[in-house]
């Protein structure tokens, strides 16, 4: 069993820079490739960006690509999600999940989400 609680999210101003973290209880939380999905008012749930479990792999999707980072610190169960050059279009609730893939399917544990607002 993993828990996960997000943090960080807040208002910025295009251009701007947040950065998320997701805090794991569960000891089994180095086994797990950790994710971040978003979801934007009106819109469906949507991959951003995966870490492998011993954080030596990373993929994004293409809309975050050279903004965003992720990265994950086993020792402190935690995983972090780095935006940079940040765009009104980012505006979304952001989720992290243990699992692996890109789909929703392929996550069985999911934190209750932080909100991020870009404004223009």
């Known amino acids: 069993q993993v828990q996960l609680v997000e943090s960080g999210g807040g208002l910025v101003q295009a251009g701007g820079s947040l950065r998320l973290s997701c805090a794991a209880s569960?000891?089994?939380?180095?086994?797990?490739?950790m994710g971040w999905f978003r979801q934007a008012p009106g819109k469906e749930r949507e991959f951003v960006t995966v870490?492998?479990?011993?954080?030596?792999?990373?993929y994004s999707a293409d809309s975050v690509k050279g903004r965003f980072t992720i990265s994950r610190d086993n020792a402190k169960n935690t995983v972090y999600l780095q935006m940079n050059t940040l765009k009104p279009e980012d505006t979304a609730v952001y989720y992290c999940?243990?699992?692996?893939?890109?789909?929703?399917?392929?996550?069985?544990?999911w934190g209750q989400g932080t909100q991020v607002t870009v404004s223009s």
């Open positions: 870490i492998s479990w011993s954080g030596g792999s990373t």
């Open positions: 569960g000891r089994t939380f180095s086994s797990y490739a």
């Open positions: 999940a243990a699992g692996q893939g890109t789909r929703e399917e392929g996550y069985d544990y």
